[in-house]
């Protein structure tokens, strides 16, 4: 059976977890997801004047991470459906931004598979650990190429299951067996949250799959990067010249 992704159950999900989400994430991958999202900075930084747009941005790290490379020269937002999730990202933005009328990173409310914003506009458009949650893969990656800048990046960094069998046995068991336990004792919720995660990562399309839904976004020089034994991922495609959106 597919694993639910309607928009009222992954909103109504996140919401109630919305306030332990943080410590859930550093605390269950060890605090190696704060590495993932410094190497994807580090391998894509911002270049130029243009925007940079993180969706699916939760309670915002990776657009934090953006914000303090750029160390405030890039305007960076950060955007997600889930309004519990944006007050923790807009709490941590004013920590790192205290001038309100210039501050560089913002947040806005909106859907990943329809974006407010004009085609062409960002140099880096990025997700990370949300594009599996969207309902519709391949119509979230079209809204990311079409808001993108023709010869800008869109990245994709998602969970991953690794290669190597000994590796990938031993990170099946914990992550079916322990960190759906751990997860919900710590976070309890009514939408069965960390049961739902192993399902959706062993769902959602990896490698070549990926690469082949982002190629047919217009997106060109697809690669990607297995991180931490494979455990995460990150893809990254340049936008051609003729993108496909319809």
């Known amino acids: 059976m597919s694993v639910d992704k309607s928009d009222g159950r992954i909103r109504r999900m996140f919401a109630e977890i919305s306030t332990r989400y943080d410590f859930l994430n550093h605390f269950l991958s060890g605090g190696t997801d704060f590495y993932w999202r410094w190497r994807t900075v580090r391998m894509n930084p911002p270049s130029g004047d243009a925007p940079i747009l993180d969706v699916c941005t939760g309670t915002g790290d990776l657009a934090i991470a953006y914000s303090k490379r750029s160390k405030g020269r890039t305007a960076v937002v950060g955007t997600d459906f889930t309004h519990e999730m944006l007050q923790l990202a807009n709490r941590k933005s004013a920590k790192l931004w205290s001038d309100d009328l210039n501050c560089p990173l913002s947040f806005c409310e909106a859907d990943t598979q329809k974006l407010p914003f004009l085609d062409d506009q960002f140099q880096l458009v990025c997700v990370a650990f949300g594009l599996r949650n969207v309902q519709s893969t391949l119509g979230g990656l079209k809204e990311m190429a079409r808001v993108c800048q023709t010869g800008g990046k869109v990245l994709v960094l998602e969970f991953s299951m690794p290669q190597n069998r000994v590796i990938r046995a031993v990170y099946q068991w914990y992550f079916r067996n ?12 009514q939408q069965s949250a960390y049961n739902y995660l192993p399902v959706s990562v062993s769902e959602f399309p990896q490698g070549d799959e990926l690469a082949d839904l982002m190629r047919q976004c217009g997106l060109e020089a697809v690669t990607w990067t297995p991180m931490t034994f494979g455990i995460a991922t990150l893809y990254c495609g340049t936008k051609g010249q003729q993108t496909e959106t319809d």
């Open 178 to 189: 322990i960190l759906p336990r751990l997860g919900q004792l710590l976070a309890r919720n």
